[in-house]
Nanobody
Framework: QVQLVESGGGLVQAGGSLRLSCTAS????????MGWYRQSPGKQRELVAT???????NYAGSVKDRFSISRDNAQNTVYLQMNGLKPEDTAVYYC????????WGQGTQVTVSS
């Protein structure tokens, strides 16, 4: 069982930055698949970025070069640094961890004003 707690969302103007954090209730050292997803009203949940145990990353094309995912195993935390935010980045952002099953956080709202 893994519980995930996200933080760092909020309201920001276009061009601004936010850093999201997702802290797990147990060690993430052995967890290979961790990532961030987002969902806007009326849309399906979509991948934003993932990171493996070895530090390999993958990004959605719409956020590449603006967002950066990282993990701190000592803190059991995965981060999403978001720079150059755009109104279309407005969504609820969810942390996801995959072990023998998939775990989701409760989500954190990110709102980007134009």
């Amino acid at each position: 069982q893994v519980q995930l707690v996200e933080s760092g969302g909020g309201l920001v103007q276009a061009g601004g930055s936010l850093r999201l954090s997702c802290t797990a209730s147990r060690s993430i050292f052995s967890i290979n698949d961790m990532g961030w997803y987002r969902q806007s009203p009326g849309k399906q949940r979509e991948l934003v970025a993932t990171i493996t145990r070895g530090g390999d990353t993958n990004y959605a094309g719409s956020v590449k070069d603006r967002f950066s995912i990282s993990r701190d195993n000592a803190q059991n935390t995965v981060y999403l640094q978001m720079n150059g935010l755009k109104p279309e980045d407005t969504a609820v952002y969810y942390c996801r961890v995959v072990t023998i099953r998939i775990y989701w956080g409760q989500g954190t709202q990110v709102t980007v004003s134009s």
